[in-house]
């Protein structure tokens, strides 16, 4: 009867700094998932619920309302591709600046935080312009769903553009970080 052998090949010893990075690595991970959070509740606070408090009772006060509500909503949104963009320079207010770039600034940080959690460090630029534009299309469905808002199709573009640049601004430091000669 020939028997076989397996070979195991010892696993080699885990140096003590090994493990500090390991562990670094895991603290560093695990503090970016918990900023990524506190950016999603933060995100949510500002545009469903316009700074105010979020109350679960409420929402579900505006999911009982009559369909007629949710169909007024719709109504009541902008579907036509870059016509609030068009208006917030005609003519120009302070308001429509700040809801411009607002919607810009505020999907900056999504770019980064999404291409900082990726789990291959791969991201695509479409990978990063179909996350954004699903979680603007979340939001901006919420708001017509919860009659606290109104659905605009140039969110959508604008809050997709702010995720856009976002990662194209952590590409742009990571292209820096390596380019810088080691001291």
Known sequence: MNQTRVMRKKAAPVKSGDRQS????????????????????????????????IDFRFLWHQLQRSPDTILRQLRLGN???????????????????VNFAGNIALFIPFGIFIALLSSNRQLSWFGVMIRSFGLSTVLECAQGLFSIGTFDVDDLLLNTIGGLLGYGLLRLWRAGQKAQPTQ
């Open 22 to 53: 390991v562990s670094l690595a895991k603290l560093r991970s695990a503090g970016l998932q918990a900023l990524f959070a506190v950016y999603i509740y933060v995100l949510f606070k500002i545009i469903l619920f316009k700074f105010s408090p």
């Open 79 to 97: 579907f036509t591709p870059l016509e609030t963009v068009f208006n917030t320079f005609d003519p120009v207010t302070v308001t429509k600046l």
